[in-house]
Every structure is written in C-alpha cells, then in structure tokens.
C-alpha cells in the first residue's frame, strides 16, 4: 500500500478541474461540525471538535465545563506564582501531568479533553487555548513533522514542546533556537520527497486544519480514499497551505 509520507510530493499536477469541482461538495458528518464551519466568525475551540462525528450541543457544553476546570486551575496558579515566567513553567508542567497522560498519533482534541490522549497538535491546541483566555502573547509554530507554542511574558520568550513532559519548557534563548533548527532541519529525515523546510506562524483555525490534515494522513494510509478527501476539503478550507493544497491533488488521484 501507498503511504502518503512516502510520495506526498510526487503528484502535483494531475486532475487539477476535478479536484477543483470536488472541493464544492463538502458532507459534514454532524450538525455540529456543519454549524461550526457555517459561522461568518470561525471558533476554534469548535472546530477542534468538529470532527467527532458524536459531537452534539450538550456534548459540546460538558466539554466546556471541562476546559473551564483547567483555566481555573491555571487562575489559581497564576496568583501563587512569583513570576509571570515562573508561572508558564508550572502550569506547561501541571497542564502535562494532569490532562496529558498519553500519547497516541492521529488523535483528536476531543480524544485530549474527555480520554487525555493527545499528540503534538492537540497537546499544542490545548496550551494555545489557554494562553488565549490568559490573554498571554504567543505564536504557534509549524514544521514539517512537529509543533510549538511560543509565549512571551515579561518581555522574554519561552517555549513550550507538548511532546515532552521532562523537558518541554524551555526559556534559555540559546535553548529555544536550537531546538527550533532542530525541527526544521528534521524535514526529509526519514522521507526524503517531504523535505520542504517548513516553518509557518499559524492561528488555532490553521491549526484546526492541519488537525483535519492529520485526519485525512491517517485515512489515506489506511486506504480509505473517501474519507481522506473529505476531511483534505474541510483542511483546505481553515488553512489553504500549499502543503494541503498538494495533499488535496495527491488524495483526488488516488480515489479516481
């Protein structure tokens, strides 16, 4: 079987109309879903839980609750910190120990709020939504095969890698640019036809995308051509890469 990392540059080119016809027809899989991507504003706490086909309104609402627990806790680490930075650093640690528990690919954030399972993107979703209600400036990073968060507090910027639970603060700027080339330069390390150098500042609805991008990733290296189209459509449409793009035209072959 084909799998997507392995010749995801290799077909750019090929049925460009009907990929561009077939991005019209978009099946939603829920009301929900339906209702997050139909709002002229775009919610990414809803659309990271779009795809859960057994999301409903009141499944949505518990979730919440669930998500609200955890800012309060961060409010209330907030007040016995002695520092803004100091603060970062114990609730990067509490966030992890509590609400990260194991690691899974190609999970949702769905799977990270009710089961604690998560990966790179929900676990970086996850610590971005708060430092939005903290009202803390941050900016998420995205590579080719990872992603970061960075939050600046105090006029110093930190780093926080949600993969890892040991050593995934990082505040030493020397610290922070190393393992930064280190994600870029991981580009084509273990497929040489993705070696892009990627390296974008993206929002939480990119990020909701590149969580469908995941989703089709999966579908397509499990062979299930339609579901890998529709969820490369509703990816194309929160963040329209050249990568998803590419990955679009890749996906459209394939079903044909």
Same mark, same amino acid.
């Given at each position: 079987?084909? /799998?997507?990392? $392995?010749?995801?540059?290799?077909?750019?080119?090929?049925?460009?109309?009907?990929?561009?016809?077939? *991005?019209?027809?978009?099946?939603?899989?829920?009301?929900?879903?339906?209702?997050?991507?139909?709002?002229?504003?775009?919610?990414?706490?809803?659309?990271?839980?779009?795809?859960?086909? !057994? =999301? /409903?309104?009141? *499944?949505?609402? #518990?979730?919440?609750?669930?998500? @609200?627990?955890?800012?309060? *806790?961060?409010?209330?680490?907030?007040?016995?910190?002695?520092? !803004?930075?100091?603060?970062?650093?114990?609730?990067?640690?509490?966030?992890? #120990?509590?609400?990260? @528990?194991?690691?899974?690919?190609?999970?949702?954030?769905?799977?990270?709020?009710? &089961?604690?399972? %998560?990966?790179?993107?929900?676990? $970086?979703?996850?610590?971005?939504?708060?430092?939005? !209600?903290?009202?803390?400036? &941050?900016?998420?990073?995205?590579?080719?095969?990872?992603?970061?968060?960075?939050?600046?507090? +105090? &006029?110093? =910027?930190?780093?926080? !890698?949600? $993969?890892?639970? =040991?050593?995934?603060?990082?505040?030493?700027?020397?610290?922070?640019? +190393?393992?930064?080339?280190?994600? %870029?330069?991981?580009?084509?390390? @273990?497929?040489?036809?993705?070696?892009?150098?990627? =390296?974008?500042?993206?929002?939480?609805?990119?990020?909701?995308?590149?969580?469908? %991008?995941?989703?089709?990733?999966?579908?397509?290296?499990?062979?299930?051509?339609?579901?890998?189209?529709?969820?490369?459509?509703?990816?194309?449409?929160? %963040?329209?890469?050249?990568?998803?793009?590419? /990955?679009? @035209?890749?996906?459209? $072959?394939?079903?044909?």
């Amino acid at each position: 079987m084909r /799998t997507l990392s $392995t010749i995801l540059l290799l077909i750019f080119t090929v049925l460009q109309p009907a990929l561009a016809q077939d *991005k019209i027809r978009i099946n939603f899989h829920s009301d929900f879903e339906q209702a997050a991507f139909s709002k002229p504003d775009l919610d990414p706490f809803e659309l990271l839980l779009s795809p859960d086909p !057994e =999301m /409903t309104l009141n *499944k949505y609402t #518990r979730i919440q609750d669930q998500f @609200s627990e955890i800012m309060s *806790k961060a409010f209330d680490l907030k007040e016995k910190s002695k520092s !803004e930075v100091q603060f970062l650093e114990r609730l990067f640690y509490t966030i992890h #120990r509590k609400n990260l @528990s194991w690691y899974e690919n190609y999970v949702t954030f769905g799977d990270l709020i009710e &089961h604690k399972k %998560y990966d790179c993107l929900t676990g $970086t979703a996850l610590l971005a939504l708060v430092m939005n !209600e903290l009202d803390i400036k &941050h900016q998420i990073l995205e590579f080719d095969f990872h992603i970061f968060l960075m939050a600046e507090v +105090a &006029h110093q =910027m930190v780093l926080m !890698e949600a $993969t890892d639970p =040991m050593n995934g603060f990082v505040s030493e700027a020397d610290q922070i640019h +190393a393992r930064i080339e280190e994600a %870029y330069n991981s580009a084509g390390v @273990s497929d040489e036809f993705n070696k892009t150098g990627i =390296m974008n500042k993206i929002d939480l609805v990119d990020l909701a995308g590149l969580q469908y %991008y995941n989703l089709a990733v999966d579908q397509f290296n499990r062979g299930n051509y339609s579901h890998a189209r529709e969820f490369i459509k509703k990816a194309d449409i929160l %963040y329209p890469s050249e990568r998803i793009k590419n /990955t679009a @035209s890749l996906i459209a $072959t394939s079903s044909l």
